[in-house]
């Protein structure tokens, strides 16, 4: 698997006079995974959003496949998956219904089998008639995975997908991201848990003073 997926290069980016990433160069080919760790404030979000096309580096560029990475594009939307932060759910929809259009919206073949798996997988059976405000904020986190799994992805990227999970969900999220990498795909994730990213087998980079290098 050499397939080249997603590649920064370059990249720089700020708000106002305070610099947060400085000349950041990163590969991802299909079965790689990588852990971003870094303090609070090191800029690590902003490295993922600027990954998953949702905000424009300063300078340097970001490709999927050798494409401008743009999340309005209908390719990249199918390639990519994201969970970044606190989830924005559909208030009004139930978890059933929230990760039903999620996967209608994305064309999913067999979307309702699809929603019951992942219901399963992310313990929300339970709580499928639920609206997202009665959820706790593990049980809020697990929606936003349970979100990225019915929807079709070759490149994963969470942002602290950790958070509010027990020891148990946090190794089931462990495998899940395992086993995106050894089935073709990839896998991106900023975590304040290295442990999560020595489970998954993510190769763990430290973002420092805007630069990634090697995890100490």
């Known amino acids: 698997m050499d397939t080249e997926l997603l590649r920064l290069t370059g990249v720089r980016h700020g708000y106002g006079d305070r610099p947060v990433l400085e000349d950041v160069s990163l590969t991802l080919r299909a079965g790689d995974a990588v852990a971003v760790l ?27 496949r050798g494409r401008p990475a743009d999340e309005d594009d209908a390719a990249f939307r199918t390639d990519v998956a994201c969970a970044l932060g606190p989830g924005a759910h559909y208030p009004d929809l139930t978890v059933r219904e929230h990760l039903l259009l999620v996967a209608l919206a994305h064309r999913v073949p067999e979307a309702e089998t699809r929603v019951a798996e992942a219901l399963g997988e992310h313990r929300l059976a339970d709580h499928a008639e639920q609206f997202p405000a009665a959820l706790s904020a593990g049980l809020g986190q697990l ?4 979100a990225t ?6 490149l994963l990227i969470l942002d602290e997908p950790e958070a509010h999970l027990d020891a148990e969900a946090r190794a089931a999220l462990a495998a899940r991201l395992a086993a995106t990498a050894a089935g073709g795909g990839a896998v991106l994730l900023a975590t304040h848990d290295p442990t999560l990213g020595e489970r998954s087998g993510a190769r763990p980079l430290e973002l420092v003073d805007g630069r990634l290098r090697a995890a100490e």
């Not at 303090?39 to 300078?59: F, H, V």
């Open 149 to 154: 799994r019915v929807r079709p992805h070759t």
């Open 38 to 64: 870094g303090a609070n404030g090191a800029g690590k979000s902003t490295l993922l959003r600027i990954a998953a096309g949702r905000e424009e580096p300063d300078s340097g560029t970001v490709t999927l």
């Open 143 to 146: 929606l936003s995975l349970a």
